[in-house]
């Protein structure tokens, strides 16, 4: 023992520090995710989706290695979470101010936030193929005039119904009119089967008939206006609410609704698949749903859309849906746009055979083979409006209150005005 | 081995060096004495700057948060001063959740632990396989509480749920398919599952506290002629005092606290009627983007359970922890 050791506390003490500083040195450092070249050339940029269920967890990561291995130079680096998860996540990235490169968006209200913060590239000008999506896609990220991000689905919402029990009823053709529809659902009660299928649990379901008798009732341009006056007192509002409760009357649902979830054991989606109900209300997600978690219907089901209401201002061929799309942060690597395009136009037809995602491309609906698909496919071509989701299409307190209030008009606690009311006083304090 | 015994010895003569052979200098011992305070203070470093990143800090912030309106995206530039918590004392949604806070506080001390406290002595009787009782009725408490929430959510389905066939075999058919469904029923149901995830944690503790008394002092109360009755009020019951306090204590912060449990058997619903202050907090902050309002709840949370924990430990848990912040200095 030539040299004199450290003593055992100042040994400690030294290791100690080191632990500090490297922890510290952690906590501080600054993520690099990318989007300047790095010293060999080499673009990298993030990628967030919520492709973490089949199709997309498997086809999403093919498409971007396909695309890597023809972009040498380009390395994508891809987070792939959950639905809800993401949303968490989001907005906690959001506050900080850093968005990924590529993220996953469903456009409306929560996209015009993060336009107004200025954290999202305007795409307007570059993205020079959006003439080969459908207009309806596209809808959903045009804010103002200009487009801030690339639909890779979009949907609708309208009746699934169950042939067999609709026969059964006596019902020979699905209901044209809302009129017709309560008349159903009449006769559906008296030959002993539960009408509709419902999860009161989760809200979003209920908004849905509020948000399509509004459509019927006011009008699109009414529910435009709205967002802008933050006034949805309007008489064709109220109406909407009025006619849901002549439905929630006839007392439709299955028994104990309320506690019912959507896509869980014994919720609205098994009690459709399992023939518990003879309709639901619900997006083009809808089959492949009953069939996880009930049963598949197979040729017994059936899809119509939203009748119309006697004196309304909308149309049959007004849709209300929503898709998915990716935006870019702004200041993103120019060649994430070329990924989207890659994913969008050149795999559209392998997104469309893997059944999990509907056409954006114009024209593409010809390659779709399953029924249901199909139908959704041809009123989305045929159809004259779009209204994105409320809870999408307006700042989420407003949605939420969308939902919220319409639980509570199911749930008897609230009159039709009152929905209006508390509506318009989310959005006038949102 | 002599390389072993070499080294050894020669860490010894080199820790016995310093060692003086004489008592200290007062000033040398002070020297040494803050000495060793450095070096107490620089082992705190750690977890002292973990506590104040992810717990002190948190709090201010949210504190801050709480007078802003603000949605979570961009500048915090919109002060209100305390609107949010005018608004949250104006919101039936919240002054309900209050309601409901002091509805399961009140069930868990006035139900759950006569219960478990039940069950405890039972257990701590000489009974054949009593260790797989206590196994059986603690394993609930092992279990998440998302498991848990799924595992209830199947046992009271409507229809096809265990819960419904066994009320119906009970005759009582008006109950099935309400459960959850109903807002008059989903708190008393909500409570069920409780006592039957937390009971045996508080069973647990009461028999750690059993196990503590003397059983001379339980045979000598019976040479004086006291029966069972007597002996559990008057002598078991005064000595598990330190037991209970603190099993209510842990009941009490965990019902303000609840939120998984209820988070995925309900939601909060239907129409609020099972939702709790964190559930709110959660429907604000990250359903409706309103994070100075949700930030504002959180305080309001923290504050109840704050004072509540001061309170409680000043003045009933005082006997039993000696030498606590709040004892006011008195032992």
């Avoid at chain 1, 968490?88 to 409306?108: C, H, M, N």
């Avoid at chain 2, 603690?138 to 009320?167: Q, W």
């Amino acid at each position: 023992m030539a040299s004199i050791p450290p003593s055992r506390r100042r040994f400690l003490a030294l290791s100690g520090l080191t632990a500090l500083s490297v922890s510290m040195a952690a906590a501080c450092g600054v993520d690099d995710s990318g989007g300047k070249p790095g010293a060999d050339g080499k673009v990298t940029f993030a990628w967030w989706n919520i492709a973490t269920t089949e199709p997309g967890k498997s086809l999403f990561p093919e498409i971007s290695s396909a695309f890597m291995s023809d972009h040498p130079n380009i390395a994508i680096k891809t987070t792939s979470l959950e639905n809800e998860a993401f949303k968490s996540k989001l907005t906690a990235t959001t506050s900080s101010g850093k968005l990924p490169d590529v993220f996953q968006t469903w456009g409306g209200g929560v996209l015009q936030q993060q336009v107004d913060a200025g954290l999202v590239e305007d795409l307007t000008d570059v993205f020079d193929w959006s003439s080969d999506l459908t207009p309806v896609s596209l809808q959903a990220y045009q804010l103002g005039g200009r487009t801030y991000g690339v639909p890779y689905d979009i949907g609708m919402v309208g009746f699934w119904y169950n042939k067999k029990l609709f026969a059964k009823a006596g019902i020979t053709t699905p209901p044209a009119t809302w009129a017709e529809l309560l008349d159903d659902v009449r006769k559906l009660k008296a030959a002993g089967v539960t009408p509709i299928a419902l999860a009161g649990k989760e809200k979003w379901p209920g908004h849905y008939y509020w948000a399509y008798l509004a459509m019927r009732v006011a009008g699109l341009p009414a529910l435009q206006e709205a967002a802008t006056t933050k006034d949805f007192t309007g008489a064709g509002f109220v109406q909407a609410g009025v006619h849901l409760k002549e439905l929630v009357d006839l007392q439709p649902f299955q028994a104990a609704f309320l506690g019912a979830g959507y896509a869980t054991p014994g919720g609205q989606a098994a009690t459709m698949g399992n023939g518990k109900a003879a309709m639901e209300l619900m997006g083009q997600w809808g089959p492949s749903v009953q069939k996880d978690a009930g049963a598949d219907l197979g040729a017994d089901l059936g899809f119509f859309p939203f009748p119309t209401v006697d004196g309304g201002a909308g149309r049959a061929t007004e849709v209300f849906g929503g898709g998915g799309g990716f935006a870019l942060r702004k200041g993103a690597p120019k060649e994430a746009l070329d990924f989207l395009k890659f994913l969008v136009l050149e795999n559209e037809s392998k997104l469309l055979a893997s059944n999990g995602y509907l056409p954006v491309v114009k024209g593409a609906e010809s390659q779709l083979t399953d029924a249901n698909r199909k139908v959704v496919a041809d009123s989305l071509v045929k159809a004259t409006g779009f209204q994105l989701f409320l809870d999408q299409a307006y700042p989420p307190a407003v949605g939420q209150e969308v939902n919220d209030s319409v639980a509570d008009l199911i749930a008897g606690k609230k009159t039709p005005e009152q929905v209006t009311e508390s509506i318009t006083e989310a959005a006038k304090g949102a | 081995m002599p390389s072993s015994v070499s080294t050894e010895t020669e860490e010894r003569t080199e820790d016995a060096a310093p060692v003086p052979v004489h008592p200290p200098a007062p000033a040398r011992s002070l020297l040494r004495r803050w000495g060793s305070w450095a070096s107490v203070a620089w082992f705190l470093v750690p977890a002292l700057v973990l506590f104040l990143v992810f717990v002190l800090a948190p709090i201010v912030v949210a504190v801050y948060t709480g007078f802003f309106k603000w949605g979570g995206i961009g500048p915090m530039d919109d002060f209100v001063g305390f609107a949010n918590y005018t608004r949250l004392f104006d919101d039936q949604v919240f002054l309900g959740d209050l309601g409901r806070g002091l509805y399961l506080i009140v069930l868990s001390i006035t139900v759950q632990l006569p219960f478990a406290l039940f069950t405890a002595v039972l257990l701590n009787q000489r009974l054949r396989g009593r260790a797989v009782y206590r196994m059986l009725f603690f394993a609930p408490y092992i279990l998440s509480e998302v498991v848990t929430a799924v595992l209830f959510t199947m046992i009271f389905l409507p229809g096809d749920g265990m819960a419904d066939h066994l009320v119906g075999l009970l005759g009582l058919e008006g109950l099935q398919g309400r459960w959850f469904a109903d807002p008059s029923t989903v708190m008393p149901t909500l409570f069920v599952v409780m006592i039957w995830k937390y009971f045996g944690f508080h069973m647990m503790l009461f028999l750690a506290g059993l196990q503590g008394i003397p059983g001379e002092i339980l045979e000598a109360a019976s040479i004086d002629g006291a029966g069972a009755w007597q002996r559990f009020r008057h002598v078991t019951l005064p000595l598990l005092g330190p037991t209970i306090r603190i099993s209510v204590f842990l009941s009490v912060i965990g019902s303000i606290q609840l939120f998984d449990l209820v988070w995925v058997m309900t939601a909060g619903g239907p129409n609020h009627s099972s939702e709790t202050m964190a559930i709110s907090m959660f429907q604000f902050g990250f359903k409706r983007y309103q994070v100075g309002y949700a930030s504002a709840i959180s305080v309001v949370l923290f504050m109840i359970s704050l004072v509540f924990s001061l309170f409680y430990q000043r003045y009933v848990l005082r006997r039993d922890l000696s030498g606590a912040v709040t004892a006011g200095g008195g032992r």
